[in-house]
């Protein structure tokens, strides 16, 4: 079989993951041993740091220092926000020519996945032989064709410890916590809260996703529902709810809001929907103990709290996507596939099924306007691994 001999080019993009650099180390150190790759290189921020030629000879990097950087979150190498056009994709690709790239893998998200997709159909137009192959990479686990996303893991595994602690916080000084999750378009992450309850007494109580309609009015109720049931409610609500014409809640209570580099309205980074939910139970319900955090950037990337699959599958994402491109000679996106209870497979899947869309949280994983379906713990909990233990203390009542 003919082996395209050259060198290969490594970057990382969108928001950080606690194990995206597991996909990194496995990706340098699996294309070290293929001697038709003549270097591995590392761009810099992203994308953008093709352009600039700004990268790392990671070929000379020691097993070791790699080793280290696999165990440590956020991206080694650095990200971007970048979203390439055609224009920009060419650039890259004249890039590669010069300096004779043969094989680009880029870890990141659906927007990713569709630079991937412009380059690899202009580098045929042009005539010039390159493996392009997408690795998996989010912790919004939104990605179409794969059963889960590396990075998601561990980040569900943060937010369900979030809130068994918060839920323990709220046990002893009763009152309503709000704690917002991150997740633009879908609800896995704030899904993964879920987890947290070991009875129906446990937090958080009630769940708000993209998937459902928020209501404002109907909140206010099922607050008060649990509330007056239990003495105190906690609440995981997603950053990317949205009311009944679409539009995210965030801009109800915010009109004038920063965008994103992609126009999409800036959510993370401000407790503004906390904020005005909080103000909103304090009015209308009278109650008085109301508090809210925003977990924002915490969740992606925190040091110490990683899932032990998520781990192993990111470094295997990595070592895979050089597997499909060095022996198989092809292009295209890294899946994962479920062949059991738990294991997993590998795929390749063509670059124009991950780009662009997202996937929602499926309607049997949701149960009614604000609750997740029995059915998402038996999908997540082997993701998520084991929380540790918590307990309350068991003992009657002392009656005089």
């Known amino acids: 079989m003919r082996h395209l001999k050259g060198k290969a080019v490594v970057a990382q993009g969108g928001g950080p993951t606690a194990v995206i650099n597991q996909s990194l180390v496995g990706v340098v150190m699996e294309a070290r041993k293929w001697p038709f790759i003549t270097n591995v290189y590392g761009a810099r921020f992203g994308v953008r740091g093709i352009l600039k030629k700004d990268f790392l000879d990671l070929t000379l990097a020691t097993t070791h220092n790699l080793e280290m950087v696999a165990a440590t979150p956020s991206s080694a190498l650095g990200s971007t926000r970048d979203k390439p056009d055609e224009e920009y994709c060419a650039r890259m690709v004249a890039v590669f020519q010069k300096h004779g790239v043969r094989y680009f893998f880029y870890i990141g998200g659906n927007d990713s996945a569709e630079t991937c997709l412009i380059m690899d159909e202009y580098a045929q137009q042009v005539g010039y032989d390159l493996r392009v192959i997408h690795i998996p990479k989010t912790i919004d686990n939104d990605l179409l064709v794969t059963d889960h996303c590396p990075g998601f893991g561990s980040a569900a595994r943060f937010v369900t410890s979030a809130f068994a602690c918060l839920d323990m916080d709220n046990y002893a000084i009763p009152g309503v916590f709000i704690g917002v999750v991150m997740g633009r378009n879908t609800g896995w992450l704030t899904a993964s809260s879920v987890m947290a309850r070991r009875d129906p007494k446990d937090g958080p109580h009630l769940i708000y996703v993209p998937e459902r309609v928020f209501d404002t009015d109907r909140f206010l ?19 990317g709810i949205v009311s009944s014409d679409g539009m995210p809640m965030l801009a109800k209570f915010q009109p004038e809001t920063e965008l994103d580099p992609f126009g999409n309205m800036q959510l993370s980074g401000r407790g503004t929907l906390g904020d005005a939910l ?54 295209g996106s890294v899946a994962i596939r479920r062949t059991g209870d738990y294991s997993v497979d590998y795929f390749l899947t063509p670059l124009e099924t991950v780009a662009r869309d997202t996937k929602p949280l499926p309607p049997e994983y949701l149960k009614g306007s604000h609750d997740i379906a029995e059915s998402f713990r038996y999908y997540a909990r082997p993701l998520i691994g084991t929380i540790p233990h918590f307990d309350r203390i068991i003992a009657p009542p002392v009656v005089f």
Do not use: M
């Open 221 to 239: 109720d099922d607050v008060e529902n649990v509330f007056s049931q239990n003495g105190r409610c906690v609440v995981a609500l997603s950053e």
């Open 278 to 331: 909080s103000d909103q139970i304090k009015q209308r319900l009278k109650i008085k103990r109301v508090r809210c955090d925003t977990f924002g950037y915490l969740q992606r990337s925190f040091l110490g709290i990683t899932s032990e699959v998520d781990i192993s599958e990111a470094r295997d994402v990595g070592e895979t996507a050089v597997h499909f491109a060095s022996s198989h000679d092809q292009n």
